[in-house]
């Protein structure tokens, strides 16, 4: 399975970002999918998943600002950010959950 990660950039806090995981080389609707960090110096954190029937959990630092979502027909995951943090800082990944390989990931910058 390959995973590409794209959409991150440098944003203000406060600001918005909305990154997408295109997936190939697996039925993707059969998967559960989600979006993993690593800030400088920190080990990689999960930060929200999706099964493959559209339910979603997240990390406690990001409920209620950051929407994991997917669609099928596309083979790709989304993760819409808001209210955007300095702390949210990191190199974000995308993650089909069946397979061990992790894709190339974003780089998300939150700083003023």
């Known amino acids: 399975v390959q995973l590409q990660a794209s959409g991150g950039g440098l944003v203000q806090p406060g600001g918005s970002l909305s990154l997408s995981c295109l997936a190939s080389?697996?039925?993707?609707?059969?998967?559960?999918m989600g979006w993993y960090r690593q800030a400088p110096g920190k080990q990689r954190e999960w930060v929200a998943s999706i099964t493959s029937a559209g339910e979603a959990n997240y990390i406690n630092s990001v409920k209620g600002r950051f929407t994991i979502s997917r669609d099928n027909a596309k083979s790709t995951l989304y993760l819409q950010m808001n209210s955007l943090k300095p702390e949210d800082t990191a190199v974000y990944y995308c993650?089909?959950?069946?397979?061990?390989?992790w894709g190339q990931g974003t780089q998300v910058t939150v700083s003023s």
């Open positions: 993650k089909n959950f069946a397979f061990p390989n």
């Open positions: 080389g697996s039925i993707f609707s059969l998967y559960g």
